[in-house]
């Protein structure tokens, strides 16, 4: 059990600096409170946004907190690989550009698993391959699919 | 195993009629106003992949049967009523509005692409259906045929499509993975492990 | 205390339904557990959106639980009034629609009161009297202020 | 009473040197990436208020003292010695970024318009300033005179500035509003009344 926890969490560090390198171009590693005995200590998120030092998660902002969550998700998906995923509204409190370069992140990635991905930000709905608009008549849920053309610019 | 359609009838706010949703393999962004049933879409598809918790479908009254459509006829039944009083422009309106009864059951169907028979079926569709009644009772179905809440549950492990893993991440969830202590996040990688 | 209590209950309660219908042009309420003993129960927040039959919070989207959360302590606030208030991203899970009337009420609303808000959508700094813009270099936070045009329309 | 201005000295991402901010009497927008510093600025005026929590304020390692600019020298030293092993492009680029020493404390002043004279001071401005040194110690000024801790927060009550009854809405807080039980939503309206 140690030696598949101390294998995987080896992965899943690395698989964390990839995603969080490619989604903003810093830098991410997860640190153990304890390193001998793994199973009774914590796990620390620490990362340092391009320009910045590193800071735990705790000490980070709102957005920059998701972002560094968003890449551990994303990093241990890979560990468990499945034929699709869903995401509700994960750039909620995204800005411009970190929500830019996830959407191009899951361009990228769902040429090898299909993703379903639920936003508000037109960002993620430009870089999308078919967008489905929800909209809701006297309380009863109705769904139009529009492929989006490749040379859509996002406004 | 991508899904290639999800068909709902009666489940949430997609009403009583039959409601069909086509997915593409690539990437599918889901959008629109608030409270229009996005969240919902994710729902029906944890529903037919055999989620029972109410709280995580987000289920009405913390019961599954608060997943049936519910058109809340009394309480439209008791504005209708206050709207006549104020004249026939109330009638107009509430016509329009005119909700259906409240279906008995829901029902999700999930179609699965299966042309690299990675799920152990023979047919480049894997069709899984759940429906549950409003007595609680819930049936399940594999390509058409009757089948068991347990024998669906060793398929989907079976076929990779069990959401475990972290596959699916719900409204909010990232917000919350982020707030969460040392401690639950070791918790996190070892559930996954 | 109890005819206290009943009486702001009653004025929050009235100033609900009307920032509700303002920002939303729809009916929202609260309901008391137990009318007879306040303090025994607890109370539920009732809505009904436009067009759409009423459901309480707890079966309302994210969006629409946020939207009649806001309506709620922006009544709240109207019992205990202050010279200044402060709004940190309210408006995250909102859509444009839901944005845009927020928007309009502050404008409003900081006609009485000082009004600091802080946003990414654009919806709110367009519509804003002064917008600050904050920046980090370095690890160090900068803020540059500009005037918001009359004429500005946001993009 | 409105905030005219705020200066915060060595306080969180403000860095070591004064900064000020003039904030206007209608509605005032603050907007910026993700990690800026917009949230520091609410939790600047809180400091000025009173606010006490390292919670509340959000100060790194859960202690007061962590409100005070932190550059992260060790680390901007590990890494510098690192790029500089690198080659002389690295020394350039970490010159640039050559963060100040740690302050021995963080000073917010908070300027109040109060040509209203509803604050029951004979001036049009009210600065409040708190300055809270690395040893834990804090020093409270009302108008540039020495005060204390529980002078200052009688006066506030007094003009009906103290931050009570939800005049500071902090990050996420209205999604947690949103899930209060039925219980947590009385006991948040007998709070304020
Ligand atoms: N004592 C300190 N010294 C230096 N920087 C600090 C200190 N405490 C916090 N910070 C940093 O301040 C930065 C800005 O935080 P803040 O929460 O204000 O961002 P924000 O603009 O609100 O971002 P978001 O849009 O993500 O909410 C963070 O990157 C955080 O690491
Ligand atoms: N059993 C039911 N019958 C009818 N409508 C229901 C039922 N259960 C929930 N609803 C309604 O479904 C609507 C849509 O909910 P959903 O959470 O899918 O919205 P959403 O599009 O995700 O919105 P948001 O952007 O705010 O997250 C809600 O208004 C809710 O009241
Ligand atoms: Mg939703
Ligand atoms: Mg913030």
């Known amino acids: ?155 | 195993g991508y899904i290639r359609r999800l068909e709902v009838k009666g489940f949430k706010s997609f009403g009583p009629r039959a409601l069909t949703i086509t997915f593409e393999q690539g990437l599918n962004v889901v959008t629109g106003p608030n409270g229009s049933g996005k969240s919902n879409i994710a729902d029906a598809i944890l529903f037919a992949l055999g989620e029972n918790s109410p709280r995580v479908l987000r289920a009405a009254q913390g019961r599954l049967t608060g997943l049936i459509y519910d058109p809340k006829r009394e309480a439209v039944e008791a504005r209708r009523a206050a709207e006549g009083a104020e004249g026939e422009a109330g009638e107009g309106a509430a016509r329009s509005f005119s909700p259906e009864d409240r279906p008995t059951s829901c029902k999700v169907s999930l179609q699965i692409d299966n042309a690299d028979r990675k799920i152990p079926v023979d047919s480049d569709l894997v069709t899984l259906t759940r429906e549950l009644k409003n007595n609680g009772e819930n049936s399940y179905y594999l390509n058409g045929k009757k089948s068991t809440k347990s024998m669906i549950a060793d398929f989907l492990e079976v076929s990779g499509l069990s959401p475990s893993g972290l596959n699916v991440i719900p409204q909010g969830a990232a917000t919350r993975v982020a707030d969460l202590t040392p401690d639950e996040k070791r918790k996190m990688i070892e559930d996954v492990v």
Chains 1, 3 share one sequence.
């Open chain 1, 1 to 155: 059990k140690r030696k598949v926890f101390g294998a995987a969490f080896a992965t899943i560090n690395n698989e964390f600096a990839g995603t969080f390198k490619t989604l903003t171009d810093g830098q991410a590693w997860l640190e153990l409170e304890n390193k001998e005995e793994m199973f009774t200590g914590g796990i620390y998120m620490m990362a340092s946004f391009r320009g910045k030092p590193a800071w735990e998660s705790s000490s980070m902002s709102g957005g920059e907190k998701s972002v560094t969550a968003v890449a551990l998700i994303l990093a241990i998906q890979k560990v468990n690989p499945h034929p699709f995923y869903l995401f509700d509204e994960i750039d909620q409190n995204l800005d411009q550009a970190n929500s830019q370069s996830l959407a191009s992140f899951f361009k990228e990635r769902s040429s090898q698993a299909q993703i379903i991905v639920v936003s508000l930000k037109d960002t993620m709905v430009a870089g999308s391959g078919v967008a489905y608009g929800v909209y809701n008549v006297a309380g009863i849920s109705r769904i139009v699919r529009a492929k989006m053309e490749v040379q859509v610019k996002s406004g």
